[in-house]
């Protein structure tokens, strides 16, 4: 089973930007695929982005394509979240996860997941 740590969360004015980690251990060797979900108060879960390790597959939501940027760093085995232009409707708990087996859009589909950083963006 991988472990997974978010760090990065806090609190921006609309137009700002964040920057979110997920530090990933334990068996990190079967670990293929990382992405990012956000839930915001009585709201579902919600596919924000997703990178194959190797890098060679990106995808994003519609809601936040273009001004947000997954990226890993191998060597850490570290993801990371780039978010440009936040929003006020960006405001929500942050969760990263890892190996998806099917739909990554789905969070059922993950097996690992993070505990989760607030985001906040006020106007």
């Known amino acids: 089973q991988v472990q997974l740590v978010e760090s990065g969360g806090g609190s921006v004015q609309a137009g700002g930007s964040l920057r979110l980690s997920c530090a990933a251990s334990g068996r990190t060797a079967s670990m293929y695929a990382m992405g990012w979900f956000r839930q915001a108060p009585g709201k579902e879960r919600e596919f924000v982005a997703v990178?194959?390790?190797?890098?060679?597959?990106?995808y994003y939501a519609d809601s936040v394509k273009g001004r947000f940027t997954i990226s890993r760093d191998s060597a850490k085995n570290t993801v990371h979240l780039q978010m440009n232009s936040l929003k006020p409707e960006d405001t929500a708990v942050y969760y990263c996860a890892a190996n998806a087996l099917k739909d990554y859009t789905n969070y059922v589909s993950w097996g690992s997941w993070g505990q989760g950083t607030q985001v906040t963006v006020s106007s």
């Open positions: 990178t194959s390790w190797s890098g060679a597959a990106q």
